[in-house]
């Protein structure tokens, strides 16, 4: 459901999310700063506006001990060959494009 927001609404549900886990993790934000080693106003940007730099949400995950799902964000599929990807794309076999010959007109 996530890809259909607009990405400013990704962003603070993420934002959500991440108080949510802090909160679970009975943390304060000054603690979750300490131990992300970023700044106080860096964590209630992010958790409130969503806005930070993928450096700084990977170090708050990593303090909440959570970035096992970062490892799933840029996840390529497996596959086994170039046939299987295009059946996967739904592209047409790949073709080359035709030599011209020397002298024949463009």
Request: charged share 20%; hydrophobic share 50%.
């Amino acid at each position: 459901m996530i890809d259909l927001l607009p990405a400013p609404a990704v962003c603070i549900q993420l934002g959500q999310r991440l108080r949510a886990l802090r909160l679970l993790r009975n943390l304060g934000q000054a603690e979750l700063a300490a131990r992300a080693g970023c700044s106080l106003s860096a964590v209630r940007r992010l958790e409130a506006q969503g806005q930070g730099s993928l450096e700084l949400v990977v170090r708050v995950a990593q303090a909440l001990q959570a970035a096992e799902g970062l490892g799933m964000l840029f996840e390529l599929p497996a596959l086994t060959s170039i046939a299987q990807a295009e059946a996967l794309a739904g592209s047409p076999s790949r073709r080359r494009a035709s030599r011209r010959t020397a002298g024949a007109p463009k």
